[in-house]
């Protein structure tokens, strides 16, 4: 069996669009992005 891991983050936007293309939710990786990207990151302009 083959396996891809994709890291997103936990947005409306996305998390279905992941699911809608079979992918199952596996882990959370707490604070991922804040933590690890030295820039702001903006989602839906916030």
Do not use: W
Request: hydrophobic share 35%; glycine share 10%; with cysteine.
């Amino acid at each position: 069996m083959a396996v891809l891991q994709v890291g997103t983050g936990d947005s409306p936007a996305t998390i279905p669009f992941y699911e809608a293309c079979g992918f199952r939710r596996h882990h959370l990786v707490k604070n991922f992005f804040t933590d690890h990207y030295d820039h702001p990151i903006y989602e839906g302009g916030v």
